[in-house]
């Protein structure tokens, strides 16, 4: 069966400190992978979205990057935090191109920068 | 673009009622699925149900069933028999496809307490 992980799941950074959140998903191949962050009180706002290897597409300008260095893995990025990046960020997974494919989320992260 | 309006922050029911939350939705394009996620106090998002704009059939799923109204472009997700398990976070999506990706456009949420 499949799974994702996400890591950490509670962090606490200083403002202008990097920042790195690790996404592996398990049981599948060549997935759709996604970052949303979830704002206080807020719905989830998609990040970053990579359809294979090396292919990253941002859906917003923001202080974030990301990376797929394999298959299964997602990193998000910063080199200096700030306070609106607080956060609770999720990371998602998919397979091909319906409308019909659900995308399976994981547990998230939440991030405070202080 | 894609925007996706629940109009009521927070709704709170007696165990066993029937809640019916609100969602409408704005887009140009003609075939789109739409989607209620449910997230409990462990913030873990669990799919609900799911509509494709092209069935006029609503979706059920047990105790949860839609009403689909795609000319009014309305989605409202109905829970019958409310259980206090069902207390949390509702959300409503919208999804696209593009550039390969499935991409999901969420409400602002709806937070359901069901009370004992």
């Known amino acids: 069966s499949q799974t994702i992980h996400q890591w950490p799941a509670t962090l606490v950074q200083p403002v202008g400190s990097p920042l790195s959140l690790e996404c592996t998903v398990e049981?599948?191949?060549?997935?759709?992978l996604y970052w949303y962050r979830q704002a206080a009180g807020r719905g989830l706002q998609l990040l970053f979205y990579?359809?294979?290897?090396?292919?990253i597409s941002s859906e917003v300008p923001q202080n974030l990057s990301a990376s797929r260095p394999q298959d299964r893995q997602f990193i998000l990025s910063s080199k200096k935090l700030l306070l609106s990046d607080s956060g609770f960020y999720l990371c998602?997974?998919?397979?091909?191109?319906?409308?019909?494919?659900?995308?399976?989320f994981g547990p998230g992260t939440r991030l405070t920068v202080l | 673009a894609q925007t996706v309006t629940q109009s009521q922050p927070e709704m709170s029911v007696q165990e066993a009622e029937t809640v019916t939350l609100s969602c409408t939705y704005d887009?140009?394009?003609?075939?789109?699925?739409l989607f209620w996620y449910k997230q409990p106090p462990s913030r873990q998002m669990i799919l609900v149900i799911r509509q494709e704009a092209y069935k006029q059939q609503n979706a059920t799923e047990n105790r949860f069933s839609v009403n689909f109204q795609k000319a009014a472009k309305s989605f409202s997700l109905k829970i019958s028999d409310s259980q206090l398990g069902d207390t949390a976070m509702y959300f409503c999506a919208f999804m696209k496809i593009f550039q390969g990706a499935q991409k999901l456009v969420f409400g602002q949420g709806t937070r359901l307490t069901i009370n004992p």
């Open positions: 998602a997974w998919s397979v091909g191109t319906s409308f019909n494919n659900e995308q399976f």
């Open positions: 887009t140009s394009e003609s075939n789109y699925y």
């Open positions: 990579s359809v294979g290897i090396g292919q």
């Open positions: 049981g599948t191949s060549n997935p759709n």
